[in-house]
């Protein structure tokens, strides 16, 4: 069976429930209508030919092979305005492709940056965007842009990985010599995902991940007062800036090795040195730091494309002037602890623990350590693609 009829998909729209994480980032999107916040969007450049008819249809494939890619999202029509979320049968990516070969560089990078940066309508818009800038027959640029509610870091791998199979399986199918290739059948589903969370956390399991949180988290939080050069808005714009910096080979060996000799992990060894530096600025000796996790419990949900991530909340404790040693043994109990009882949404969890929210800051937890470990081979790049760089 070629990977083209595999794909093909039958039936009409279907309701999935929307998981805690999905409830979250659409109350986000009513709130700030037409941010750009929760765009996953990076570009790509291509020296060399591009089969564009090609890769259009390899992106239709993966439309039609994963349901998030082919969703929309709405407001339901019963009382509370619940969001609801509709499969649709058939709904092709936005597809843009343009001649920019007589374009200044600073105009192809300000178009690329709009195609990339430019927010979904959640209702009405596919949620998967792909722009094609043409410099020249062997110089392309390519931007891939999708809505964080339909996906994740781990999605953007299945995403590259599975549409580089697909844009080769169909380059040149009258070719005898052409590659053949084909994606194995999906496993599960994101509807399955959710409804199995759900279940989990409706009995014994549920209750007794809360309660670890809500001891883990209980006592009086406060909330980590950076210092900064102007007021904080009433409201969180989440205009910014960019910072980057580079540890050398040497400093990393360094931080690896003593990890090791510690028994943990180097993101441990990171999280240490970064609670440090936030005690350094606020003076506070319970610092929250927020985490994002994978959420995928189950093998079958590794090829799936969906909003899976999860933030769990490591807590800093710098009460009694802890020396290194002592403190990333706490930091590796603290990691351990949270990382076992993970699998409680982060969006229930601040909803139980924040009821009166604050809206110009984040509840709970107000920066994130991500720690993202490019691998080879297909995900090449990849860290690069999720972080916009």
């Not at 380059?171 to 509807?191: E, N």
């Amino acid at each position: 069976m070629s990977s083209t009829a595999r794909l093909r998909s039958t039936g009409g729209p279907s309701e999935v429930p929307l998981s805690s994480g999905q409830r979250a980032l659409w109350f986000l999107d009513r709130l700030a209508p037409g941010s750009s916040a929760y765009v996953l969007a990076g570009a790509l450049r291509i020296a060399g030919p591009l089969d564009v008819p090609a890769l259009r249809q390899a992106f239709e494939l993966l439309a039609k092979r994963h349901p998030a890619l082919r969703t929309s999202f709405s407001a339901g029509g019963g009382t509370g305005n619940e969001p609801s979320q509709r499969v649709l049968a058939e709904r092709a990516p936005i597809f843009v492709e343009e001649d920019a070969a007589a374009w200044e560089e600073a105009a192809v990078e300000a178009r690329l940056s709009e195609l990339a940066w430019s927010p979904f309508d959640l209702e009405r818009d596919p949620l998967l965007r792909v722009g094609v800038l043409h410099r020249g027959p062997y110089d392309h640029r390519v931007v891939v842009a999708l809505h964080h509610i339909v996906a994740d870091f781990w999605s953007l791998g299945v995403l590259l990985g599975e549409l580089s199979v697909l844009y080769r399986a169909t380059c040149d199918p009258g070719d005898p010599g052409a590659p053949r290739a084909s994606l194995p059948p999906l496993r599960s589903s994101y509807a399955e995902h959710v409804r199995r969370q759900e279940l989990r956390l409706a009995g014994p399991d549920g209750e007794r991940l809360w309660e670890f949180w809500r001891h883990e988290l209980s006592g009086r939080r406060r909330v980590l007062d950076l210092p900064s050069d102007r007021p904080r808005p009433r409201l969180q714009t989440f205009r910014g800036d960019t910072r980057s910096s580079r540890l050398d080979a040497e400093r990393t060996d360094r931080l690896r090795a003593l990890a090791r000799e510690q028994r943990t992990t180097l993101f441990a060894a990171l999280l240490a040195a970064f609670q440090v530096l936030l005690y350094r600025y606020t003076g506070e000796e319970e610092i929250l730091v927020g985490s994002p996790t994978a959420g995928r419990s189950s093998a079958a949900a590794a090829g799936l494309i969906g909003y899976f991530v999860n933030p769990v909340v490591l807590k800093g404790d710098l009460a009694g002037d802890p020396g290194w040693t002592e403190l990333l043994g706490r930091v590796r109990g603290t990691v351990l602890a949270a990382l076992a009882h993970r699998a409680f949404p982060f969006p229930r969890l601040a909803e139980r623990l924040v009821p009166e929210r604050d809206p110009s800051r984040s509840p709970v937890f107000q920066v994130m350590l991500a720690f993202e470990q490019e691998r080879a081979g297909r995900e090449r790049g990849l860290a690069a693609l999720a972080v916009g760089e």
